[in-house]
Nanobody
Framework: QVQLVESGGGLVQAGGSLRLSCAASGGSFSSSAMGWFRQAPGKEREFVATINTSGGTTSYADSVKGRFAISRDNAKNTVYLQMNSLKPEDTAVYYC?????????????????WGQGTQVTVSS
């Protein structure tokens, strides 16, 4: 059973930065594409970023493109989300997810395992 544990969330002022981490255990991390999603209060969970198994291919939601960067360290079984130029509308619970397969995906249904989430709050 794959377990995913997010960390790095918190409270930050608009324009600030945070780096989220997601540590994976119990599975083959290097064989799993990874994704980050977020869910704001009263809204549906939405795609943020995804990365393939090698880390060579990434994709982002338009709302975060140019501000966020996803990366992975297969030796540490960890995926990261560097978030810069944060805005109040980025406030949400951020979830990491893994899927068996080489390619990343922007679809929630494509993912097999999910973490519990970490809260990110951006004040104006």
């Amino acid at each position: 059973q794959v377990q995913l544990v997010e960390s790095g969330g918190g409270l930050v002022q608009a324009g600030g930065s945070l780096r989220l981490s997601c540590a994976a255990s119990g599975g083959s991390f290097s064989s799993s594409a990874m994704g980050w999603f977020r869910q704001a209060p009263g809204k549906e969970r939405e795609f943020v970023a995804t990365i393939n198994t090698s880390g060579g291919t990434t994709s982002y939601a338009d709302s975060v493109k140019g501000r966020f960067a996803i990366s992975r360290d297969n030796a540490k079984n960890t995926v990261y989300l560097q978030m810069n130029s944060l805005k109040p509308e980025d406030t949400a619970v951020y979830y990491c997810a893994s899927r068996l397969g080489r390619a990343g995906s922007d679809r929630l249904i494509a993912y097999d395992y999910w973490g519990q989430g970490t809260q990110v709050t951006v004040s104006s």
